[in-house]
Every structure is written in structure tokens, then in C-alpha cells.
């Protein structure tokens, strides 16, 4: 790249252009121990010292063909083996600060796939590599993976069968999460995906690059020319249009096959553990420990995960939020579901003039009231589900979104709800108890 070469740079320049807010990272990003720096066609290969541990056979670098994906704490692209040029892949980058949570996703995929003979393995992204490399924002972790569609980008196109398909796929990632001993601590919706169908893996790259066939991108072009440095990236790209190479398949007419991604907040359970990081979606009680408790960080549990699948699976059928942000008025929002304060909240609820002043919305009546709208609006949402199978679903969710963690069903007891077996066509894990231990266990 030419200009000045500044491997330190501490900040981002004001540039002539300006990224994308929806589709592209901020480019304040772009600096000493953060985001690396990618351009199209770039082969990302393995420091030698710290990867010498990977396998004989491991690919020896992966070239850049698309961006994938985004967020602050990576950046995700298609890319391709360099000694296998028919092998598409999902080449994960994540920033320089977060190499503690790269190493933790890592350190928990690898343990659920030892455990893979597991009833829900296959629900849990398969990690296919991962090494370190060095770049001028700082040293980075690297983690490969199978190709996945957000489920984001699929959920308004899916009919209600498939729908439910991915529901179970989704609690049987978790119940094997939780069987295994991890909690995964950020399930959201776009920390879920489905796999791409099987013809996308033997398919040629030249053909999938054919569908992909445009990139979109937003120069970076710093007003003050000495400011182009090598922490910056030529350009920002936006996500492809993966959809179209799901649909040239026929990920539509298929068996869906959803799975739990981005475990970066996993921990075992039971883990002492300092390192919190906050969820996209929280459960109240963690929102409560915040707001509640100055400003506490609660670990996840795997109760919590209960509560955040139990909001995606209602944003699945509803394309409605369960709750709508993470400030105090979440607990006014969770109360109101539930139909009562409770104990522990109420000191913090007398003490906050917005709780206090909304305390009358809070009765069990209208907690009926919210339930039916909601169930109403998943039957018109989904006009193909008869209303007993709305009820059961119904049932479940609000077992799992309970306020109290206590109240809320294990991931084994999730799948063995009417909701998902009363066809009988979906195993059942083993019960288990709400730390993951199997019950048969001796």
C-alpha cells in the first residue's frame, strides 16, 4: 500500500467519504489494537511460532473474497484455501482487544465438538481452523468456520414449519451447550444462522463469485494525504448478498439446519470469572443487577441463555421484539409481562420516578392483555398455525421469558415441551439439571 508507514496509528482520520452506517464498520475502528486492515484478494496466513501447534495439513493461508459479515469486535469474510481453491470458508477476524473473547470462543467450540456424539451437536458452528497473525493494528485471532446465512436475513422469508424447524435446531444447540457444561452468554438474532445447502459446498468458487457479482464499497480517502496509513483499510466493504447463493441452491425448499454462533461470552459453568462482557439482549435480571445494583456486570447463566432464546424465538414468529432496549424501562416492560413487581426490584422501582410513575400499569390483568395481543399477532403473522399450536407456543415462551430465573425450564425441559414433541418426531435429550448434569448420571 503506498504512503507513509506508520504502523501506529492511534486514531482515524477525517476522510472525504463517509461509511455506511448500517452496512459497514465505523472507521474509527481502524486503528492501533483494533480492526486489521482487508482488502479484496488478500491472503490472510498464520504467524509461524504461535500457530505451529495447527495440524500438518492445515491450509497454509486463506484468501479474501467477500466480506461477510460485521461488528466491533470482528469482521467476517468469504474466503477460500489457498491449497484448495474449490473450498469456501468463513474466515473470522477479530479485533486486537478482543483476543481473550477469540480465545474463548475457540476454547469452547473445540470442547463442544468432542462432545459431538451429543443430541444437538451439529446445531453448534463447527470451528475449522483457527491461528494468529500479526498485522499493523496489532496481533489478531484468526477462526475459520462453515458458511452461514444470519438468520436476520431469513426469518420474514421462512413459512411456519421451517420456522419451528429452526426453533428446535436453536434449543437443542442449547441443550448440548448446556449438557457439555458451557453457557453460551449473548444469544440474539444475529448471533444465529442457518447452513448453507449442500450444493453450495460443491459448488465451484468461480460459480458462487458469479452470484456475489457486485461489492460495495465506500472509499477511504483521509482529507490530509499524511494520514493515509497502514492501520487504515483502501476501502470499507458491505456485507454480500449471501442470500442470493442460499436461494440459487434452494435453501428456501430445504430442511433448514439453524446453529448457535458467536460463543465469545461462553464460559463453563460455574466459571469464576472477571472478565463480564454485556449481551446484545439481556435477561431482566442482569438488566436489574445493572440498573438496580450501580452498575453491576452479572455473568451469564444458563438461565439467562433460557430467557434470550425464548426472545429469539418470539422475534422468529413475530418479527417483534420482546423487549426494546436496555435502559430501566426494560424492567417497567418485563414487569408488565409478568404482571407483578418483583421483591427484589422493588426498593430500586420506589427509588426510580419513571418505575414508580408507571407502577399502575403493572397488574396481572394486563399481563393477560399483552399475552393475547402477542399470541394475536403471532397467528397473524403466522395465518397457517392453527390456534392450539399457538397456544402451546405461547405457554412455552412465557415459561421461558419468566422474570425468575428460578421459574424458568432447563434447555432439556425447553424440548420436551408439547410444543415440540407432540408429533414425535423430535428427540429428546436426557434430563438434566439447571447446572447441565445429566440426572442418569451416578
Given at each position: 500500500?503506498?504512503?507513509i508507514?506508520?504502523?501506529?496509528?492511534?486514531?482515524?482520520?477525517?476522510?472525504?467519504?463517509?461509511?455506511?452506517?448500517?452496512?459497514?464498520?465505523?472507521?474509527?475502528?481502524?486503528?492501533?489494537?483494533?480492526?486489521?486492515?482487508v482488502?479484496?484478494?488478500?491472503?490472510?496466513?498464520?504467524?509461524?511460532?504461535?500457530?505451529?501447534?495447527?495440524?500438518?495439513?492445515?491450509?497454509?493461508?486463506?484468501?479474501?473474497?467477500?466480506?461477510?459479515?460485521?461488528?466491533?469486535?470482528?469482521?467476517?469474510?468469504?474466503?477460500?484455501?489457498?491449497?484448495?481453491l474449490?473450498?469456501a470458508?468463513?474466515?473470522?477476524?477479530?479485533?486486537?482487544?478482543?483476543?481473550?473473547?477469540?480465545?474463548?470462543?475457540?476454547?469452547?467450540?473445540?470442547?463442544?465438538?468432542?462432545?459431538?456424539?451429543?443430541?444437538?451437536?451439529?446445531?453448534?458452528?463447527?470451528?475449522?481452523?483457527?491461528?494468529t497473525?500479526?498485522?499493523?493494528?496489532?496481533v489478531?485471532?484468526?477462526?475459520?468456520?462453515?458458511?452461514?446465512?444470519?438468520?436476520?436475513?431469513?426469518?420474514?422469508?421462512?413459512?411456519?414449519?421451517?420456522?419451528?424447524?429452526?426453533?428446535?435446531?436453536?434449543?437443542?444447540?442449547?441443550?448440548?451447550?448446556?449438557?457439555?457444561?458451557?453457557?453460551?452468554?449473548?444469544?440474539?438474532?444475529?448471533?444465529?444462522?442457518?447452513?448453507?445447502?449442500?450444493?453450495?459446498?460443491?459448488?465451484?468458487?468461480?460459480?458462487?463469485?458469479?452470484?456475489?457479482?457486485?461489492?460495495?464499497?465506500?472509499?477511504?480517502?483521509?482529507?490530509?494525504?499524511?494520514?493515509?496509513?497502514?492501520?487504515?483499510?483502501?476501502?470499507?466493504v458491505?456485507?454480500?448478498?449471501?442470500?442470493?447463493v442460499?436461494?440459487?441452491?434452494?435453501?428456501?425448499?430445504?430442511?433448514?439446519?439453524?446453529?448457535?454462533?458467536?460463543?465469545?461470552?461462553?464460559?463453563?459453568?460455574?466459571?469464576?470469572?472477571?472478565?463480564?462482557?454485556?449481551?446484545?439482549?439481556?435477561?431482566?435480571?442482569?438488566?436489574?443487577?445493572?440498573h438496580?445494583?450501580d452498575?453491576?456486570?452479572?455473568?451469564?447463566?444458563?438461565?439467562g441463555?433460557?430467557?434470550?432464546?425464548?426472545?429469539?424465538?418470539?422475534?422468529?414468529?413475530?418479527?417483534?421484539?420482546?423487549?426494546?432496549?436496555?435502559?430501566?424501562?426494560?424492567?417497567?416492560?418485563?414487569?408488565?409481562?409478568?404482571?407483578?413487581?418483583?421483591?427484589?426490584?422493588?426498593?430500586?422501582?420506589?427509588?426510580t420516578?419513571?418505575?414508580?410513575?408507571n407502577?399502575?400499569?403493572v397488574?396481572?390483568e394486563n399481563?393477560?392483555?399483552?399475552?393475547?395481543?402477542?399470541?394475536?399477532?403471532?397467528?397473524?403473522?403466522?395465518?397457517?398455525?392453527?390456534?392450539?399450536?399457538?397456544?402451546?407456543?405461547?405457554?412455552?415462551?412465557r415459561?421461558?421469558?419468566?422474570?425468575?430465573?428460578?421459574?424458568?425450564?432447563?434447555?432439556a425441559?425447553?424440548?420436551?415441551?408439547?410444543?415440540?414433541?407432540?408429533?414425535?418426531?423430535?428427540?429428546?435429550?436426557?434430563a438434566?439439571?439447571?447446572?447441565?448434569?445429566?440426572l442418569?448420571?451416578?
Amino acid at each position: 500500500m503506498n504512503g507513509i508507514e506508520d504502523t501506529s496509528c492511534a486514531f482515524a482520520p477525517s476522510c472525504f467519504f463517509d461509511e455506511d452506517f448500517f452496512l459497514q464498520e465505523p472507521l474509527d475502528l481502524y486503528r492501533r489494537g483494533y480492526l486489521h486492515p482487508v482488502a479484496i484478494s488478500d491472503i490472510i496466513r498464520p504467524d509461524p511460532s504461535p500457530s505451529a501447534s495447527r495440524s500438518q495439513d492445515a491450509p497454509s493461508g486463506y484468501r479474501i473474497l467477500h466480506k461477510l459479515g460485521k461488528g466491533g469486535e470482528a469482521t467476517v469474510w468469504l474466503a477460500q484455501e489457498v491449497d484448495r481453491l474449490d473450498r469456501a470458508v468463513a474466515l473470522k477476524i477479530f479485533s486486537a482487544d478482543c483476543f481473550s473473547a477469540a480465545e474463548r470462543e475457540a476454547g469452547a467450540l473445540k470442547a463442544l465438538k468432542a462432545s459431538e456424539n451429543g443430541v444437538g451437536s451439529e446445531n453448534v458452528l463447527c470451528l475449522l481452523d483457527e491461528f494468529t497473525f500479526t498485522g499493523p493494528n496489532g496481533v489478531h485471532k484468526v477462526h475459520i468456520t462453515e458458511v452461514v446465512v444470519p438468520l436476520w436475513k431469513l426469518s420474514s422469508l421462512l413459512p411456519a414449519v421451517a420456522k419451528k424447524k429452526v426453533a428446535t435446531d436453536l434449543a437443542r444447540g442449547l441443550a448440548h451447550v448446556h449438557h457439555c457444561g458451557f453457557i453460551h452468554g449473548d444469544i440474539h438474532f444475529g448471533n444465529v444462522g442457518c447452513a448453507m445447502p449442500s450444493g453450495f459446498t460443491m459448488d465451484r468458487i468461480v460459480d458462487t463469485m458469479a452470484r456475489l457479482y457486485e461489492y460495495d464499497v465506500t472509499m477511504v480517502v483521509p482529507i490530509k494525504p499524511a494520514y493515509r496509513t497502514r492501520s487504515l483499510p483502501p476501502y470499507l466493504v458491505s456485507p454480500c448478498e449471501i442470500l442470493r447463493v442460499y436461494k440459487h441452491h434452494g435453501g428456501y425448499n430445504a430442511d433448514q439446519h439453524a446453529k448457535l454462533l458467536d460463543f465469545g461470552n461462553a464460559r463453563r459453568i460455574g466459571e469464576e470469572d472477571t472478565d463480564v462482557t454485556g449481551c446484545v439482549c439481556p435477561p431482566p435480571e442482569a438488566v436489574f443487577a445493572y440498573h438496580g445494583c450501580d452498575g453491576l456486570e452479572m455473568p451469564p447463566t444458563p438461565e439467562g441463555d433460557i430467557w434470550c432464546l425464548g426472545a429469539v424465538m418470539f422475534a422468529l414468529f413475530t418479527d417483534e421484539g420482546i423487549t426494546y432496549d436496555r435502559t430501566s424501562a426494560l424492567l417497567l416492560q418485563q414487569a408488565k409481562l409478568h404482571g407483578v413487581i418483583p421483591p427484589a426490584w422493588q426498593t430500586h422501582w420506589d427509588k426510580t420516578q419513571f418505575l414508580h410513575t408507571n407502577s399502575a400499569e403493572v397488574t396481572l390483568e394486563n399481563a393477560e392483555a399483552e399475552w393475547t395481543r402477542r399470541r394475536d399477532n403471532f397467528i397473524q403473522e403466522n395465518p397457517e398455525v392453527d390456534a392450539a399450536e399457538a397456544d402451546l407456543l405461547i405457554s412455552l415462551l412465557r415459561q421461558m421469558l419468566a422474570t425468575d430465573p428460578d421459574d424458568r425450564p432447563s434447555a432439556a425441559e425447553v424440548l420436551a415441551h408439547r410444543w415440540f414433541t407432540e408429533d414425535g418426531a423430535m428427540p429428546v435429550i436426557p434430563a438434566q439439571d439447571r447446572n447441565g448434569r445429566s440426572l442418569q448420571d451416578p
